[in-house]
């Protein structure tokens, strides 16, 4: 491939990183509750997602409205509390939305924290 293209094709990937966003240690802290039980869980996101070779971000980032998931549409960058709500009768609600998503994949792999502690 000529320098340039190269040159090209790795601004790209910059680029594409840029947009979709690296996302970093994070604590899932959510402004929506408003206190907390436990200390907030921090989540090195990237550092995870590397270690459990999750390649697909809608395992995480779903997209969904009127009460159904979807699974073909992303939504990644948009906070889990934009569509689930602390109090949500009928529907998951966001505390559990969080702890059913981790907590499950944890389990059914073995691999993971199950526990509050963990
Ligand atoms: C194991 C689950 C999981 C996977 C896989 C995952 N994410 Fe996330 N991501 C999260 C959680 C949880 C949050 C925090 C959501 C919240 O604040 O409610 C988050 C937050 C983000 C944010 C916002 C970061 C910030 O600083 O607020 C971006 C951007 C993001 N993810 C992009 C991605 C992309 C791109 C992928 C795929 C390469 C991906 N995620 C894969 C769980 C995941
Ligand atoms: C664009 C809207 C949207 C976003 C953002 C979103 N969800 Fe959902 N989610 C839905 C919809 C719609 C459903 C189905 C109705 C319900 O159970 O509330 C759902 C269902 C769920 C369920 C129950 C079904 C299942 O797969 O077990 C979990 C758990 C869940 N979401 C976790 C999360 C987490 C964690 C995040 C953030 C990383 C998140 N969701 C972000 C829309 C969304
Ligand atoms: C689709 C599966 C899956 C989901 C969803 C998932 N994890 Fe994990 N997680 C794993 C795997 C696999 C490991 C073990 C990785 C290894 O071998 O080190 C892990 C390990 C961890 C660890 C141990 C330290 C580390 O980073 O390896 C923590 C903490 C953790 N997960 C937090 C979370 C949180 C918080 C969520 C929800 C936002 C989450 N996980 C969602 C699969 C998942």
Redesign the pocket.
Known sequence: MPLHALARAGLAVTLLFGLLGTAHALT?KSDAFESHRRPA????HD??NE????EDCL??HHGGENGVIDPEVGSEGTPCSECHEVKASGRTPLMRA?HK??I???R??N???TTCG?
């Open positions: 899932l869980v921090p989540f090195d550092a995870h270690r459990a070779k999750i395992i995480c969080y998503q981790c499950e994949c944890h059914d792999l691999k993971g924290p963990g």
